[in-house]
């Protein structure tokens, strides 16, 4: 396994990129390994701090999905979500061919192994606000990154 971990900038969140070696397998908050960099880890980093800058809007890494057709569905989905749009879990839902499965959208979600390169924080309640992140943990983070994208 290898590891790259930095500072967000403008708040106080570190971010720890994970990788096989071929490709990126996870995105963890607030996790400090020691680091062991290869050329994925250093380009995530570099693609990622880009996109804090400003100078990003697209992520262009080779990373690994695991977990069933649903999941993978959804990630899928978000993941057509353009930088500076949101959408709703129902409509992830239905774009994931899953119709009235906004409930599990959030589940799924909550468990996405690449926040930020997968973009689940453009994923809004229908009701309005911003809902959660991973649980409520991290609804700082969320809402820093709907502010970057000038969402919120």
Do not use: W
Not at 131 to 142: A, H, Q, S
């Amino acid at each position: 396994m290898y590891t790259s971990t930095f500072e967000m900038p403008n708040i106080s969140h570190t971010v720890t990129v994970y990788s096989d070696g071929l490709e990126l397998t996870a995105l963890a908050f607030d996790v400090v390994e020691p680091d062991c960099p290869n050329g994925i880890c250093k380009e995530a980093q570099r693609q990622l701090m880009q996109y804090f800058d400003g100078k990003r809007r697209e992520f262009s890494l080779p990373y690994k999905l695991q977990g069933g057709e649903f999941f993978r569905s959804v990630l899928n989905a978000v993941n057509d979500i353009p930088y500076g749009k949101t959408a709703s879990y129902g409509y992830i839902a239905r774009s994931a061919g899953h119709i009235g499965a906004a409930r599990a959208v959030g589940t799924a979600l909550s468990k996405n192994p690449l926040p930020i390169i997968i973009p689940c924080h453009r994923i809004l309640p229908a009701s309005g606000g911003v809902g959660n992140y991973f649980g409520g943990r991290l609804n700082d983070v969320k809402e820093y990154l709907l502010k970057l994208e000038k969402i919120i």
